[in-house]
């Protein structure tokens, strides 16, 4: 249970996060990049809605006269015709809606079309959001070490005294994501551009180190957001009330110095159990989130605009057979708001009978509220008390432990301090058992509110769930048309298949379930979705390998449904925050590019020119990632020059690792092969110029 494993070493500090945003479709029914082709849309399009329609149908739709209404499926749309290049979709990007000289004709039609994200009208909105010039860079800021438990009973931090040496070199040391060159060295990545549910980080290089002495440095594995919290800053929307919760594992091959690295010397010394350590298990959350999302273009030019947040969270022992993307254990998933509409988010739990203690992770749950703006400060909301409580069937509710959740119990800078775990002490009893927590139920009991100012009623707000599901493959690529019985990309080049893990009270399950897996599909260039049924099984077992199609290019997420859980088909996504069940899908397009590369082709060889390279391999970037042809300038002159090291970072090898060419990691497989070919073609002409 590595969060809940000794020593824990909790840290904090800030984050910066700097996404490039052309590519999703935040205006949606405005769309200006196709997720499932992997295209920008030019021009962009605007998908009009029934009553759009209507309009149309009764000339009074404001657009152009003779403008033609476009069919994609069973979905219409229109161009913005004067957006057709590339300087002016840039230009276009940048500028609110209705304010451009470029479409005049259509910005009484941004009057009528409202965003689906939000219920408003598209003027006055920035087509490529807040960070058009977004690298997709990320990492951390001042993050340091603020305390080191040792055991359930000592906690340790620069104010203790008689402080081990060992620890006190610990306490103040720096935890980064830079290479020697002082720049981060770390990217986040959607799977799917337009759900931004699975964002994973790659990272070259994390180090902790204390007045130049490095205690830890290695190359992590994909970093996973496994957790999200919508409702985690009470009084914030959006991006700024929630936060997310990444896991991830640095394998000891991976440890400069393996298992003599003086954190690992450290977690031999405090570790409490005798499986094989295998290395450092990584858990932090992101919150308190401070983002400028209307950027004046005019001002920033082709500057970032990155996002930033607090960071809080622990390194622990790794050992043998745990996941490396998630830590199984016993889920306690909302089942009542505790204000309002707003629920917590997961709550993984342990229970350690020997230790007479239930421990809960509570990191991205605990609520907080923005209590200034200028400069911005948070706090602890005041939920009040909540009572833990095992639950059997037929027999009354008994209470483990009360804690209180507020600035004077729980306080942000003790969350900050303890890194978001909380220890509830019980004493062994008859009704508290390792047979009575092995038949029960975890419930959190306490008071849901329909306003701030509402009295509430004391109610179930989280219970356990029958059974935890995860897989460390909750992220996967693949090209259209591969066999998926060959596995998928996820952590690095080699395929490997999708593996899925069931706990049941804690532990791995034993028995077959039932299990139900429901399909949410991007459609139609992503302007919808649509829901199906994928699998119905009443024999899953723990470890089943599932095999997902790949028949089609796709965005695709699918949401598992174990034992009796209810499917809520009209919203997916609710129950994929809510229990963290999913696992994402990106079936890359497979174009033909057989006049190029296949010898059996009537049309081969056609020559693979620079212009080819262009508008095949870079036009779309050009548009949406503009940030790339600012680094790698998009010249014929460039890559003639700089092929070897940009044939480097685009290689299927240096697929993990954070210089990987695109950032995206949205190239199919047969884009590579047609680069390839450029520098071949290039290379063989090259060197018959010599020969002659």
């Not at 306490?171 to 931004?196: F, K, N, R, Y």
């Not at 220890?423 to 306003?451: H, M, N, Q, W």
């Not at 599932?546 to 699918?558: G, I």
Request: charged share 20%; net charge negative.
């Amino acid at each position: 249970m590595s969060q809940f494993d000794f020593p824990r070493i909790n840290f904090s500090g800030r984050a910066f996060i700097n996404p490039g945003t052309a590519n999703n479709n935040i205006l949606m029914p405005l769309v200006t990049y196709d997720p499932i082709q992997v295209q920008a849309l030019l021009p962009p399009r605007i998908y009009l809605s029934q009553d759009l329609l209507m309009l149309h149908r009764l000339g009074a739709l404001p657009i152009p006269q003779n403008q033609l209404i476009a069919e994609d499926g069973d979905l219409r749309y229109i161009e913005i015709e004067p957006i057709n290049s590339r300087q002016t979709f840039a230009d276009w990007a940048i500028t609110p809606l209705g304010q451009s000289l470029l479409d005049t004709d259509y910005h009484d039609l941004y009057e009528l079309v409202r965003s689906k994200r939000t219920g408003k009208p598209l003027t006055g909105h920035q087509p490529a959001n807040w960070n058009y010039y977004g690298g997709m860079e990320f990492g951390f800021r001042d993050v340091v070490v603020q305390s080191v438990a040792i055991s359930d009973h000592r906690l340790i931090t620069s104010e203790t005294s008689e402080c081990p040496a060992d620890v006190a070199g610990l306490l103040g040391a720096t935890l980064c994501m830079e290479h020697e060159l002082g720049q981060t060295s770390a990217v986040m990545i959607d799977v799917l551009p337009s759900l931004s549910m699975f964002s994973q980080v790659f990272c070259d290089r994390i180090q902790l180190q204390q007045n130049g002495a490095v205690l830890m440095s290695g190359r992590p594995e994909k970093g996973s957001l496994r957790f999200m919290n919508p409702d985690r800053i009470v009084n914030q929307t959006g991006a700024l009330g929630a936060s997310g919760t990444f896991f991830a594992v640095l394998p000891l091959e991976e440890l400069a110095g393996g298992m003599h690295a003086p954190l690992m010397s450290l977690f031999r010394y405090y570790g409490q159990k005798s499986e094989p350590l295998k290395g450092i298990f990584i858990r932090y959350n992101l919150f308190e989130v401070e983002e400028s999302q209307t950027p004046d273009y005019s001002i920033l030019g082709t500057e970032a605009n990155p996002a930033f947040a607090t960071i809080v969270g622990s390194l622990t022992p790794w050992y043998e057979g745990e996941m490396k993307s998630i830590m199984m254990g016993r889920q306690l998933i909302p089942v009542a708001p505790f204000l309002a509409d707003k629920v917590f988010a997961p709550v993984i739990g342990q229970v350690d009978i020997q230790q007479g203690r239930v421990r809960l992770d509570v990191l991205g749950s605990i609520p907080e509220e923005r209590v200034s703006s200028e400069p911005p400060a948070y706090e602890t909301y005041p939920v009040g008390p909540l009572n833990l409580m095992l639950l059997t069937e037929g027999k009354p509710a008994i209470s483990i432990g009360v804690f209180q959740v507020d600035a004077q119990h729980l306080s942000r800078e003790q969350l900050l301090k303890t890194g978001g775990i909380l220890d509830l002490p019980f004493s062994v009893t008859k009704e508290l058992t390792e047979d009575a927590f092995a038949a029960g139920r975890l419930i959190l009991y306490g008071r849901s509110k329909a306003s701030v100012e509402d009295e509430g009623s004391e109610v179930i707000l989280m219970q356990e769930s029958d059974y935890m599901i995860a897989s460390d493959q909750a992220g996967l690529y693949a090209d259209q048309g591969q066999d998926p019985n060959e596995g998928y990309v996820s952590y690095g080049p080699v395929k490997e298949p999708c593996r899925v893990c069931v706990y049941q009270k804690g532990r791995p399950c034993t028995e077959a379930l039932p299990v139900t897996i429901m399909e949410l599909t991007i459609t139609q260039s992503g302007a919808s979705t649509s829901v199906n049924q994928f699998l119905k099984t009443t024999d899953f077992r723990d470890g089943q390998t599932v095999v997902f199609p790949t028949d089609q290019a796709a965005n695709k997420m699918y949401v598992f449904y174990p034992g009796s859980t209810k499917v809520n088909s009209e919203n997916l996504l609710t129950d994929l925050i809510r229990t963290g069940y999913f696992v994402s899908l990106r079936v890359l397009p497979s174009p033909d590019y057989g006049k190029f590369l296949d010898p059996s082709h009537p049309h081969y060889p056609t020559p693979v020119t620079f212009e080819v390279i262009y508008q095949e391999l870079l036009h779309t970037y050009d548009l949406v990632y503009p940030k790339a042809s600012l680094i790698t300038p998009f010249t014929e002159d460039y890559f003639r020059r700089g092929h070897k090291f940009i044939a480097h970072r685009m290689a299927p090898a240096n697929w993990a690792s954070a210089t990987y060419m695109p950032s995206s990691r949205d190239m199919p497989r047969a884009k590579w092969d047609l680069f390839c070919k450029w520098v071949t073609d290039r290379q063989a002409s090259r060197n018959g110029s010599i020969s002659s």
